[in-house]
Structure formats: C-alpha cells, structure tokens
C-alpha cells in the first residue's frame, strides 16, 4: 500500500542547481526517517542525505555545503536541493522512506528513482 514516488530529475550543466521531490503515500505507521540514496551505473548505492524523525538532517562529506534536504508542509514530502552540481553528481537518486511502530523501525520503502546527469 505504501508509495514513495520521486520527481524533479533532469540534465543540468556543472554548477547548475536541481530540486528533488519524494512524496510517500500509505503510511501506515509514523515516519522514522526520510533520505535520499545516489547510484551510479556500476557502483554501489550511497547515501546522501537522511533526517531522522524530522530533525537535523546528516549528509555525505562529498555534497555537505552543496545539497539540502527539508520536509514539506506535509509531513510525507521531501526535497532535495541540489546546488554546484559537478559531473561526479550524475547518478539516479533514490528516495527511502522508514517506518516506526511499538519503539522500533518497522519497514522500509524505496522510490523507482529519479535520473540527475550534469554535463556540458
């Protein structure tokens, strides 16, 4: 029952800005924690960025200063802003989404991902 649909992804040129959206739909239990994963062909998926029962959010050492997440007006939505964008950004990004019930992480979801390319 539980959707997490991401949106947003596009070709930027290096140094252009991207936002990113995810919005989780079916939640059956509270949110414990919502984040953006990267994986690019070949390589592992990565975390970038996780908030964690909408506190301050954690980042990668390789975006800190560039990207942001945040929560939207509703509690199910989150974005990520992406600033100096660098052609080592390129990857699909993917939403994840955890649930918490009875003191403990219950499930996890996971978007189909969105396609970022920066190139010139």
């Known amino acids: 029952q539980v959707q997490v649909v991401e949106s947003g992804g596009g070709l930027v040129q290096p140094g252009g800005s991207l936002r990113l959206s995810c919005t989780a739909s079916?939640?059956?239990?509270?949110?414990?924690?919502m984040g953006w994963y990267r994986q690019a062909p070949g390589k592992q998926r990565e975390v970038v960025a996780v908030?964690?029962?909408?506190?301050?959010?954690t980042y990668a050492d390789s975006v800190k200063g560039r990207f942001t997440i945040s929560r939207g007006n509703a509690a199910n939505t989150e974005y990520l802003q992406m600033n100096s964008l660098q052609p080592e950004d390129t990857a699909v990004y993917y939403c994840?989404?955890?649930?918490?019930?009875?003191?403990?992480?219950?499930?996890?979801?996971w978007g189909q991902g969105t396609q970022v390319t920066v190139s010139s």
């Open positions: 908030d964690i029962r909408a506190d301050k959010p």
């Open positions: 994840n989404v955890v649930e918490i019930g009875a003191g403990a992480p219950v499930s996890e979801h």
């Open positions: 079916g939640i059956i239990f509270s949110i414990y924690s």
